[in-house]
């Protein structure tokens, strides 16, 4: 057994601890002390230049494991062979935070572990091993695996944290609360950090992202299954210069996973890098937590932005995130609801539940959000039927002119309203009468660019669901960035 020891004060944002491993090791341990809780992002690199373990310290239990063993490996590392020769610790943390006391205690042994790490007993499914390209790759996940076969709607959330990083919820009991929300799927994307393992589900499928979370903006890596290089010290300036941003959106891109802006209007957790290009947006949380106070306003203010992103002829697909940190038996407000996972519920209509195949459908707009009512709307054009999300622009072209029925079944909400959005402005009213069948009928020819989508209210005006635009026609964009779009919805 080898064990180094390492304490005192750290003055840097970027502190390297080493260990020399000389005798072949089954385990590695860390124990993680820092006198305050800062979100100290720690990694550990093998001699090889592998990822083997990324840590945020919030909620994260004290001591983790990397195991020749996957099964004793904990979440959040990279499980197989350890190569011998230096091994570096990577402690990172934010100037502001300076300077912080630590302790840190690297062992290295072979046999048994005296302690395993806290989470060591759930069934796990793994994701990730050493044979992935490095520095860390889910390369063991499973894209095209379906859940469930054949196509319908699927009920998820895109958004989702647990104790890995600063929400309450260990894996295990966030599994169980998706079970309890009748989910079919959901995106695990904790702060920063690539999911390695999770908790073996076979009804939930746990589809692998990251929230890229910087000071000047949050976005969601869905389907993220690389590691990418996000840190600060990257010599572009990582996530937190525009620069640094735009690389990491095009090597998430490039890995194949979805990039969608979180919140963008969420106090201080809004999107700012103003050259984000918007042809690189995949997806967009128009809805984020309807129980965190400040989203009233913030998401008016989402679905403004959408509504000019549509406008200046990017037909992007808007998504809904429950960004669940607490626990069920929490509310951010006195005898407020409890922000739990599934709330809203994002329904994805999908040739079947796989990973692969619910984040195509996102990118098809096959989409709508909701905190309650289940919308069955299709578009009726010259007797041929379309859904949720499509572009109708082949039959509108063939047909010079024609008109679009959309009819809505969804079950009455006392109270409640239709509202028919037709590019950016309300153009159709309706109350919810007790009826449970709506139609409205437009006009579209062909050459122009129209679209238009659904959203039901409250009594009160509340969101309680919104659809994926039908559109037809193209539009060449009038605008390219971030900050065009800000100012073109007055939102500067
Ligand atoms: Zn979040």
Redesign the pocket.
């Known amino acids: 057994m080898k064990a180094v020891q390492y304490s005192g004060t750290i003055h840097q944002p970027v502190t390297i601890f080493e260990l020399d491993i000389h005798q072949p090791a089954d385990w590695l341990e860390i124990q993680v002390y820092f006198r305050i809780k800062k979100w100290q992002h720690l990694f550990l690199w093998d001699p090889n230049g592998r990822l083997r373990w990324q840590y945020v310290h919030v909620h994260a239990p004290k001591t983790a494991v990397i195991h020749k063993n996957e099964k004793l490996s904990d979440y959040g590392t990279l499980p197989g062979a350890l190569p011998l020769g230096t091994w570096k610790l990577e402690v990172l943390i934010l100037p502001e935070h300076l300077p912080v006391q630590h302790k840190l205690n690297i062992t290295a042994g072979t046999g048994l572990c005296s302690s395993s790490g806290e989470w060591s007993n759930d069934q796990k499914q793994y994701w990730a091993n050493a044979d992935g390209k490095a520095p860390m790759q889910a390369n063991l996940y499973p894209m095209t695996k379906a859940k469930k076969c054949g196509p319908a709607w699927y009920r998820g959330d895109f958004?989702t944290?647990t104790a890995m990083s600063d929400g309450k919820m260990t894996v295990k009991e966030g599994m169980v609360q998706a079970r309890k929300q009748k989910l079919d799927f959901f995106a695990a994307?904790d702060?920063n950090l690539l999911p390695t393992m999770w908790v073996e589900d076979e009804k939930v499928l746990v589809i692998p992202g990251m929230?890229v979370t910087s000071s000047k903006g949050?976005f969601n890596a869905l389907g993220l299954t690389s590691w990418v290089d996000w840190r600060p010290t990257h010599p572009d300036g990582g996530m937190e210069s525009e620069q640094g941003m735009n690389r990491v959106v095009s090597e998430i891109k490039k890995a194949g996973a979805l990039f969608s802006i979180?919140h963008p209007r969420l106090a201080a957790s809004s999107w700012l890098f103003n050259d984000t290009s918007l042809s690189d947006i995949d997806s967009f949380e128009v809805w984020n937590d309807p129980t965190f106070p400040k989203n009233l306003q913030a998401t008016e203010e989402a679905l403004l932005l959408w509504n000019e992103l549509w406008n200046a002829g990017y037909c992007v697909c808007g998504i809904g995130g429950s960004?669940c940190h607490g626990l069920p038996t929490e509310s951010y407000e006195p005898n407020g609801l409890p922000s739990v996972i599934g709330d809203p519920a994002t329904y994805v209509y999908s040739s079947e539940l796989s990973a692969r195949a619910i984040l195509q459908s996102v990118k098809e707009r096959r989409v709508y959000v909701t905190r309650g009512p289940i919308i069955d709307q299709t578009v009726e054009i010259n007797h041929e039927t379309f859904m949720i999300g499509e572009d109708v622009s082949d039959l509108i072209h063939r047909m010079e002119e024609a008109v679009v029925r959309f009819k809505v079944k969804v079950d009455p909400v006392p109270g409640g309203k239709l509202l028919w959005i037709e590019n950016g402005k309300v153009i159709d009213e309706q109350l919810m009468d007790g009826s449970s069948e709506y139609e409205s009928c437009a006009q579209w020819k062909s050459g122009e660019f129209v679209w238009r989508r659904l959203e039901i209210r409250s009594d009160t005006g509340n969101l309680l669901a919104f659809t994926n635009p039908v559109f037809s026609g193209t539009k060449p964009p009038e605008i390219d960035t971030w900050g065009q779009l800000l100012a073109k919805a007055g939102l500067v």
């Open positions: 958004h944290h994307t702060h929230e949050h979180n960004d």
